[in-house]
Nanobody, 120 residues
Framework: QVQLVESGGGLVQAGGSLRLSCAASRSINAVGWYRQAPGKQRELVAAITSGGRLNYADSVKGRFTISRDNAKNTVYLQMNSLKPEDTAVYYC?????????????????WGQGTQVTVSS
C-alpha cells in the first residue's frame, strides 16, 4: 500500500500561480492529477509516467506543468495563469506495484485532495 498526501492548494487571484505537491510514502509509478468541481465529474488534468512521459488536458496545456522527483517519491503540479474555471479539489492518483517472490500486482491509490480556489 501507499499513502498519498496532497498539499499546496489555496486561494489565488486569476492570473496567479500555485504549486501542488503529492508526497508518497513509497515509490510510485504513473501518476495523474485530477480535479473535481462541485456538480461536475472528476477529470484528468495531467499525467506523468514513471519514465517522465507527459500528458495534459486541453484546458490546461501551456499553463500547467507536471513533474516528479523520484528520489523524494513526490509529484508536482505547477499551475500558472490560473483561471476561475480551475477552481476545484485537486487529487493525486498514483499506481503502485507490489512484488514478492510469488509475482507482482499493481493498483491505483488516491490522495485526500487539496482545494484550489481562483477568484476573478
Amino acid at each position: 500500500q501507499v499513502q498519498l498526501v496532497e498539499s499546496g492548494g489555496g486561494l489565488v487571484q486569476a492570473g496567479g500561480s500555485l504549486r501542488l505537491s503529492c508526497a508518497a510514502s513509497r515509490s510510485i509509478n504513473a501518476v495523474g492529477w485530477y480535479r473535481q468541481a462541485p456538480g461536475k465529474q472528476r477529470e484528468l488534468v495531467a499525467a506523468i509516467t514513471s519514465g517522465g512521459r507527459l500528458n495534459y488536458a486541453d484546458s490546461v496545456k501551456g499553463r500547467f506543468t507536471i513533474s516528479r522527483d523520484n528520489a523524494k517519491n513526490t509529484v508536482y503540479l505547477q499551475m500558472n495563469s490560473l483561471k476561475p474555471e480551475d477552481t476545484a479539489v485537486y487529487y493525486c492518483n498514483a499506481d503502485v506495484t507490489d512484488c514478492s517472490a510469488y509475482g507482482c500486482s499493481s493498483r491505483g491509490y488516491w490522495g485526500q485532495g487539496t482545494q484550489v480556489t481562483v477568484s476573478s
